[in-house]
């Protein structure tokens, strides 16, 4: 039997909210706003970007981070 797994909150900073934000938003041909390694990594950590590693390195969306971000419209 598996034990019940204690979901935390996840606490981002206001500039990661904030860059979690402007990921969302279509950008009609222009590449990604560009994230500084801290807060890349924040959001990588939280579960909510994906850095894809073939030449890019461009950063998307997850659903996590979709669904954090529907969750803040709602409140």
Same mark, same amino acid.
């Given at each position: 039997?598996?034990? $019940? @797994?204690?979901?935390? $909150? @996840? !606490?981002?900073?206001?500039?990661? /909210?904030?860059?979690? %934000?402007?990921?969302?938003? $279509?950008?009609? &041909?222009?590449?990604? $706003?560009?994230?500084?390694?801290? /807060? !890349?990594? %924040?959001? /990588?950590?939280? &579960?909510? @970007?994906?850095?894809? %590693?073939? &030449?890019?390195?461009? !950063? +998307?969306? !997850?659903?996590? &981070? ?6 803040? +419209?709602? @409140?």
């Amino acid at each position: 039997m598996t034990e $019940p @797994v204690d979901l935390q $909150p @996840v !606490t981002l900073s206001h500039a990661a /909210i904030w860059a979690l %934000e402007r990921l969302s938003q $279509p950008r009609y &041909g222009r590449d990604t $706003p560009a994230l500084s390694w801290s /807060i !890349t990594h %924040e959001l /990588i950590r939280a &579960g909510f @970007v994906a850095v894809s %590693e073939n &030449g890019r390195r461009a !950063t +998307t969306l !997850t659903q996590a &981070g979709r669904n954090f971000l529907l969750g803040r +419209t709602r @409140v």
